[in-house]
């Protein structure tokens, strides 16, 4: 059974900062495609970073470039998301998700093309 279980959100203002985690069990992440999405109500998931299964350079949806920073630790077989200088409209119900291939990630995220999902952890920002 493949679990994947978000944590690390939170509320936080203007400026602030955190770190997402996503811990999957009974799926090898290693040389798979990784992704974050998140979801406002009302609005479509959006793709927010891709991770590749190989290499080291993560893909930015262009509203969060330079601002967040995905990452993956295949020993751990978990991912991660660091939000640095939250603004309110990253407000969002967060997930990550793992393709069923690798490993390179499509530029495009698309919510179909990901056959894993977490239950999502919430990110408030407050001005």
């Known amino acids: 059974q493949v679990q994947l279980v978000e944590s690390g959100g939170g509320s936080v203002q203007v400026g602030g900062s955190l770190r997402l985690a996503c811990a999957v069990s009974?799926?090898?992440?290693?040389?798979?495609?990784m992704a974050w999405f998140r979801e406002v109500p009302g609005l479509e998931r959006e793709g927010v970073a891709r991770?590749?299964?190989?290499?080291?350079?993560?893909g930015y949806v262009d509203s969060v470039k330079g601002r967040f920073i995905a990452s993956r630790d295949n020993a751990k077989n978990t991912v991660y998301l660091q939000m640095d200088n939250l603004k309110p409209e990253d407000s969002a119900m967060y997930y990550c998700a793992a393709a069923s291939w690798g490993p390179w990630c499509m530029s495009t995220l698309r919510r179909a093309d990901f056959a894993y999902w977490g239950q999502g952890t919430q990110v408030t920002v407050s001005s």
């Open positions: 009974g799926y090898s992440i290693s040389s798979k495609c």
């Open positions: 991770l590749d299964g190989i290499g080291d350079s993560p």
